[in-house]
């Protein structure tokens, strides 16, 4: 089993800004997809933000612009810029890597989730 390593998130005013970080460690071959996933209490996981190994880029529907999701295909980490924030941002989030092709083959990995919390 494979844990990402994630960093930043913490306490933000409204219309502020945070950047997420996340790296797979070990020896990594490829990562098919990188992305984010947010989880706030009573609610499903849903998709942030995620980028393919050809830079495409998937956003969740209330990201609107707000977002920017970067990926390193060398170093095996990903980034994701958070603008204006609202308080309905306000969740734990998980960097996800799929497909991933380590010495012991393709697996699926999570982090293991940081919280952001919007608020004045």
């Known amino acids: 089993q494979v844990q990402l390593v994630e960093s930043g998130g913490g306490l933000v005013q409204p219309g502020g800004s945070l950047r997420l970080s996340c790296k797979a460690p070990?020896?990594?071959?490829?990562?098919?997809?990188m992305g984010w996933y947010r989880q706030s209490p009573g609610r499903e996981r849903e998709l942030v933000a995620s980028?393919?190994?050809?830079?495409?880029?998937t956003y969740g529907d209330f990201v609107k612009g707000r977002f920017t999701i970067t990926r390193d295909n060398i170093k095996n980490t990903a980034s994701l810029q958070m603008n204006n924030l609202k308080p309905e941002d306000t969740a734990v989030y998980y960097c996800?890597?799929?497909?991933?092709?380590?010495?012991?083959?393709?697996?699926?990995?999570w982090g293991q989730g940081t919280r952001i919390t919007v608020s004045s």
């Open positions: 996800n890597a799929g497909g991933m092709l380590t010495t012991r083959g393709t697996l699926d990995a």
């Open positions: 070990g020896r990594i071959f490829r990562i098919n997809d």
């Open positions: 980028m393919d190994r050809d830079d495409k880029t």
